[in-house]
């Protein structure tokens, strides 16, 4: 059965390689196929996100056995499967990364961006140190992103930019792997035209030695994401789009068929998602960056 991949590796990889990896939030079974669908079908990297918002949907464990299970599949069926990861997104519970580290995951993202700036060290430093005695790496988020349209991890949020010199102090004192940074997206859709800030994501990539994440993908223009990427963004999360895609698939079918069986829902979902996510690994440089697979 394919292994999943170290985080980091990925993530400087892709630095090196000047494209970022997508990561697509997954809630059941049909998400992860979706974005495991997408990863062979481009021949990419990619990371399976779990959110600690989701947890009524899957527990870690869960995801973990259904990632392993479907990997195992692919491999069985003679496809070659690249690299992929398996990650705890927006965690605001040091218990909750607890729980991804015994279930396996890569890596687990702490979110202390709502905290004041000594209490996201503090946390952010004590799950580093259980993580790294694991092997697992980390995610942290400095700053903070707004609420846009239809977000459903976040209702509410306020802008707080990353400030360049504290990113480099941060990433210092907690020993972070990745950072999520600030800079103009938003949870969710844009209200308006995105207006990314592209000189104060230069700055933080200047001044820290880690590779940076990207929050808030869904809606962001492919030429903003390739800017992205030229300055230090290596992994970028993506969410709405898939499910409004999701949703609207679904709608459409029981508009044809108002009795559907429930069974059947999730699978003409499928192929939407997916089709979503292949646009996004497009947009983000990607696609086709394993060749010989």
Excluded: W
């Excluded at 985080?7 to 079974?29: D, E, I, K, W």
């Excluded at 994501?201 to 200047?206: N, R």
């Amino acid at each position: 059965m394919p292994e999943l991949a170290r985080f980091s590796s990925m993530l400087r990889t892709a630095q090196r390689g000047g494209y970022a990896v997508a990561a697509f939030n997954v809630y059941n079974l049909e998400s992860i196929a979706a974005a495991l669908r997408a990863a062979i079908a481009t021949r990419t990297p990619v990371i399976v996100a779990l959110g600690e918002r989701y947890f009524p949907n899957m527990r870690p464990a869960t995801a973990r056995a259904i990632v392993d299970t479907l990997l195992a599949q692919h491999a069985r069926e003679g496809q070659a499967v690249p690299p992929v990861g398996l990650h705890l997104d927006h965690a605001t519970s040091p218990e909750h990364c607890s729980e991804a580290i015994r279930a396996g995951f890569t890596s687990v993202m702490i979110d202390g961006s709502h905290l004041p700036y000594r209490e996201n060290v503090r946390l952010t430093r004590a799950v580093v140190e259980e993580a790294h005695a694991h092997g697992v790496e980390v995610e942290a988020e400095l700053g903070g992103l707004a609420a846009g349209e239809a977000s459903h991890e976040f209702a509410t949020g306020e802008e707080a930019l990353t400030d360049p010199d504290q990113a480099r102090e941060f990433v210092a004192e907690t020993g972070v792997d990745a950072l999520a940074v600030s800079v103009g997206t938003v949870h969710g859709l844009y209200r308006g035209e995105p207006r990314i800030d592209l000189d104060r994501l230069a700055a933080i990539h200047a001044r820290v030695d880690v590779p940076l994440v990207l929050h808030g993908g869904s809606g962001t223009p492919a030429g903003l994401l390739r800017e992205c990427v030229a300055r230090g963004v290596a992994k970028v999360n993506v969410n709405t789009e898939i499910s409004l895609a999701a949703v609207h698939r679904i709608r459409e079918e029981l508009e044809a068929r108002p009795r559907a069986h429930f069974a059947e829902l999730g699978l003409v979902a499928v192929p939407e998602m997916e089709e979503v996510m292949k646009d996004y690994i497009r947009r983000f440089g990607a696609a086709g960056v394993l060749p010989g697979i």
